[in-house]
């Protein structure tokens, strides 16, 4: 037994001086997964790098293949710019062909809007694909010349180029022109024009020099002045082009809910006007329909409107004739039991598509009964005329220029419905004013110690 014990004892000794240690082992491993890691990701780069490199190909010869057939086409002008995606073997690739007019006063536009003749268009495609990374896409660019002549030294061109409210260019707009009353040597084009391409564009050439119309139209068509079919005048001259831009797109059809912020029914004036601002300026419709439509032109921005004939203060006026009842943030004096000051009504971004609703409130009243015996008008029926007052009392901040609107209804109780500011309310010969009290209105207002009645729009949301 001792033996034996001796045995186990000096094969314990010796095997504690053999084999790996825990640290050992962990150092291997740490020596192996660092190359590993590093083969894999060479292997993985280099398939990457295969993979763009076909990819590249692919799209060099997608490049290729579009410039070859642009150059097969017999009328340089039906060469557009355009944008598509084709597949190629799992890889969605997005080509992008960018046309524009080289003049020979060096402007290159997309539709050859310089004053020069058009030369030759230069045509650039680029293509781009999923997994790029920061490489730069395929860029390939050819030069198109026409394959007639297309300038005279003696003759002119019109160059026309329809813009739309998001910057692009509106394919499909008609285009008409047509010598001038005054023509100063103008003539009938023996050949219309066509309608605009994808760029917006469309062309008159060899055009005998002289005075003429040049017009726009496109169903439900408007330019930014509300103006269905606007028109300019371009003055040809020999040997160079007259470049005639317009901006021009599909109206949006504004559906306008007028009184909004009262649940009943009211009546309109005859006259109402309602006031539609954008950065171009101000558009006035007027209706007498308390649900009608208005189609304006799609400014990303909206508009901010009102109903009434507001008047702002014009710097430098000799006189004052302005009325700012009817622009709800014209009224910044608070009011004295809320606090609130007037806020501006503002559309939603114009859209050529969808007819979006349009809530404009309005202050409303409810007069007392009429008789028949004021009826003056044809049918029997009641003149009732509302005419603004110019009164800085309860933070009106005023109409000098003064309002006046009419209505005319049957013996009753109507509603009436007017934009804010002071008012008095007369019927029949305008001879008889109608007393009113603080239960007439049914919108936020006064009744005054004047008998007028003031409209206040602050606090008042459409």
Same mark, same amino acid.
Request: net charge neutral; charged share 10%; with cysteine.
């Given at each position: ?53 076909? =990819? ?218 309602? =006031? ?66 007037? =806020? ?119």
């Amino acid at each position: 037994m001792k033996r034996i014990r001796q045995i186990i004892g000096s094969d314990r000794s010796t095997s504690s001086d053999s084999g790996f240690t825990l640290v050992e082992v962990i150092i291997a491993m740490v020596v192996f997964s660092i190359i590993a890691v590093s083969v894999a990701a060479a292997i993985t780069n280099s398939l990457v790098i295969s993979q763009d490199s076909r =990819s590249r190909t692919v799209a060099l010869n997608l490049a290729s293949q579009d410039l070859d057939q642009a150059r097969a086409v017999a009328d340089v002008f039906a060469v557009v710019s355009k944008t598509w995606t084709t597949t190629v073997q799992g890889t969605t690739f997005t080509i992008n062909r960018s046309v524009e007019w080289q003049s020979s006063d060096t402007t290159t536009t997309a539709c050859g809007t310089g004053t020069g003749t058009l030369q030759y268009k230069i045509v650039r495609d680029t293509v781009t694909y999923p997994g790029a990374g920061t490489t730069n896409p395929v860029v390939t660019t050819t030069t198109l010349a026409p394959n007639s002549r297309i300038n005279d030294p003696t003759l002119g061109s019109i160059v026309v180029f329809v813009t739309g409210a998001s910057g692009a260019g509106v394919a499909g707009v008609t285009v008409s022109i047509a010598p001038t009353s005054t023509p100063n040597g103008a003539v009938a084009l023996a050949t219309a024009p066509a309608v605009t391409d994808s760029n917006g564009c469309s062309y008159a050439l060899k055009v005998t020099p002289g005075n003429y119309n040049v017009t726009l139209s496109m169903t439900n068509g408007v330019d930014s002045s509300q103006v269905a079919s606007p028109s300019k005048i371009a003055v040809v001259t020999a040997g160079t082009s007259s470049p005639e831009p317009f901006l021009y797109d599909t109206s949006a059809q504004l559906q306008l809910q007028y009184a909004s912020n009262y649940s009943g029914s009211a009546l309109l004036p005859t006259n109402l006007a309602t =006031s539609f601002t954008s950065t171009s300026g101000t558009y006035t419709s007027t209706t007498a329909s308390s649900t009608s439509s208005v189609n304006l032109f799609p400014f990303t921005g909206g508009y901010h409107y009102e109903t009434g004939a507001y008047s702002p203060v014009v710097p430098g006026a000799t006189t004052d004739k302005t009325c700012l009842d009817p622009d709800p943030t014209e009224w910044t004096t608070p009011n004295t039991k809320t606090q609130a000051v007037g =806020s501006s009504f503002v559309t939603a971004a114009a859209s050529g598509t969808g007819n979006p609703t349009v809530k404009i409130p309005m202050g409303v009243v409810t007069l007392p009964a009429l008789a028949n015996t004021l009826g003056v008008l044809t049918g029997g029926l009641i003149p009732i005329y509302a005419t603004s007052v110019s009164s800085t009392a309860n933070g009106d901040p005023g109409c000098t220029a003064g309002m006046s609107y009419t209505f005319s209804t049957a013996a009753g109780t109507p509603t009436l419905a007017l934009p804010f500011g002071t008012w008095k309310i007369t019927v029949g010969t305008k001879s008889t004013a109608v007393t009113l009290t603080a239960s007439n209105l049914k919108t936020a207002g006064y009744v005054n110690s004047d008998g007028t009645i003031t409209f206040d729009p602050r606090g008042v949301t459409p």
